[in-house]
């Protein structure tokens, strides 16, 4: 990408911008090829989840994610140029569909904010391959028009042009000078709530029956040998006679959840993918690799006691902890197979939601220039703790004893920059909506002691707070 200093134009003002995109259609001319033109400047306080409620449109793509731990969010609308994929080299393609785009952008602005620059979006669904009706495709990027963040107090507004060799200038100056005006004094609107107090909301149960005896049946092949874990989910369908509003559903799940993080990928077509997740997947910052090991989980106590209580006996669980310990030993193998050598904290660590606590255990590593953050990601997606170990042999059987399709649930969502820095999330603790209906989805990993009737009522508790948001 190329870079064009900020005192290559004196002022920040109109003018300077038209002499931009000048230069960015004087190159697109000469490559024969469009350019992106990406102008990054700080802007006043402004909230990303709010602006993103405030111009929703369900018909246009839109990202968002936040982690209230490091004050950081970010989010994104409108595509500039997007690109789906699906089969065994998806990471790769996308990937390589970046990196064209990269080598014809230039930017100018504030590049030394938090966020800056222009970011690429990202979804990936469980499988790499998927029914011809789920919502989303196995792999979907897309450069924003616009993008908005927060990071500690530093707000960063970038906008995305395309500009042909023949594009009209002042039209897209206007454009973007206008955006710029007002996202730096942004003015919220209230989305329309239901005034229906009477509102019924109904729930299906899919498959509860099934998940029982699918649960038996991957303690038979793990007796067998075939595997040593198995992540199996259910599903939640649940109808209202109004709409959901996603990105307020979505509030009040980071409301219960402060300590997750919130997300939600709209694919442009009437249907947001939401969730608050404990799991971070992989995040590069510096050339240093950032993972983490989740699994292992019990339910909160309702006294200080009671709930002391139960996080010690997670810490001892044999159970939990040989579950956590598949999982750490499956990140490790598939990062050393890629060069990278993991460092790894001796114990693992709690981390307590407001209905379920669980282990977790950091893991990271210094990671070479050359090694780009999807090719990472496509090595530890889907990692045992949403699917299984060895993770073919438990892949497969997912595949035979689940009874619906996962689509992006136990997914990776999140985003990477041109500095090949980035961050992505494990789509766990999710919904699916769209108008009036909502599937929620929740998992349970199996190993060898496990038992069918207490990881239904783990799914359980997963759900509670999913479907407290839903209401």
């Known amino acids: 990408m190329?870079?064009?200093?900020?005192?290559?134009?004196?002022?920040?003002?109109?003018?300077?911008?038209?002499?931009?995109?000048?230069?960015?259609?004087?190159?697109a001319l000469k490559d024969n090829h469009f350019k992106i033109a990406s102008i990054s400047l700080e802007v006043k306080h402004i909230d990303p989840l709010a602006v993103l409620e405030s111009i929703y449109e369900p018909e246009e793509l839109h990202f968002y994610l936040e982690n209230p731990k490091r004050d950081e969010a970010i989010a994104g609308a409108e595509s500039v140029v997007e690109k789906k994929c699906d089969g065994s080299n998806r990471f790769k393609t996308i990937k390589e569909f970046s990196n064209e785009i990269l080598a014809n952008s230039i930017a100018t602005g504030d590049l030394e904010l938090p966020f800056s620059g222009p970011h690429f979006f990202c979804g990936f669904t469980f499988f790499d391959n998927i029914s011809e009706n789920s919502p989303y495709p196995p792999a979907l990027v897309?450069?924003?028009?616009?993008?908005?963040?927060?990071?500690?107090?530093?707000?960063?507004?970038?906008?995305?042009?395309?500009?042909?060799?023949?594009?009209?200038?002042?039209?897209?100056?206007?454009?973007?000078?206008?955006?710029?005006?007002?996202?730096?004094?942004?003015?919220?609107?209230?989305?329309?709530?239901s005034n229906n107090i009477t509102d019924e909301i109904s729930y299906n149960n899919l498959f509860d029956e099934e998940f029982l005896n699918s649960v038996a049946t991957a303690l038979t092949k793990i007796e067998k040998g075939n595997y040593s874990k198995i992540v199996l989910s259910r599903a939640i369908n649940i109808t209202k006679n109004s709409s959901f509003n996603p990105l307020e559903t979505l509030n009040s799940m980071?409301?219960?959840?402060?300590?997750?993080?919130?997300?939600?990928?709209?694919?442009?077509?009437?249907?947001?993918?939401?969730?608050?997740?404990?799991?971070?997947?992989?995040?590069v910052k510096k050339n240093i690799l950032y993972t983490e090991a989740v699994a292992g989980s019990e339910k909160r106590g309702k006294s200080v006691s009671e709930d002391a209580k139960l996080a010690t006996e997670l810490l001892s669980s044999r159970k939990n902890l040989n579950e956590h310990q598949l999982v750490i030993d499956s990140i490790q193998r598939r990062l050393n197979s890629i060069g990278i050598d993991a460092e790894i904290e001796k114990n693992p660590k709690l981390i307590q939601l407001s209905n379920v606590q669980h282990l977790l255990t950091p893991i990271s590593s210094k990671i070479k220039n050359s090694q780009h953050l999807i090719d990472i990601l496509g090595v530890l997606h889907p990692t045992p703790a949403v699917g299984g170990t060895p993770r073919d042999a438990a892949l497969d059987d997912i595949k035979m004893l689940e009874k619906f399709d996962r689509g992006l649930f136990a997914g990776a969502i999140g985003w990477f920059d041109y500095r090949r820095e980035g961050e992505f999330v494990v789509a766990i603790r999710s919904a699916l909506i769209e108008g009036k209906n909502a599937t929620a989805y929740a998992g349970a990993g199996i190993i060898k002691g496990s038992n069918p009737e207490k990881e239904k009522q783990e799914t359980d508790l997963k759900f509670k707070a999913i479907l407290n948001a839903l209401k």
Do not use: M
């Open 142 to 193: 897309f450069l924003p028009r616009w993008q908005v963040s927060r990071s500690k107090g530093t707000y960063c507004a970038v906008a995305n042009v395309r500009i042909e060799p023949t594009s009209d200038l002042k039209i897209i100056a206007q454009k973007v000078w206008s955006a710029h005006a007002k996202f730096s004094s942004f003015k919220y609107t209230q989305p329309e709530v």
């Open 2 to 27: 190329q870079i064009i200093p900020t005192d290559q134009y004196k002022e920040k003002n109109f003018e300077s911008l038209i002499e931009f995109l000048k230069y960015c259609r004087e190159q």
């Open 254 to 283: 980071r409301n219960i959840y402060p300590a997750c993080y919130s997300f939600s990928l709209a694919n442009g077509n009437s249907k947001s993918f939401i969730g608050a997740t404990p799991e971070r997947l992989l995040k």
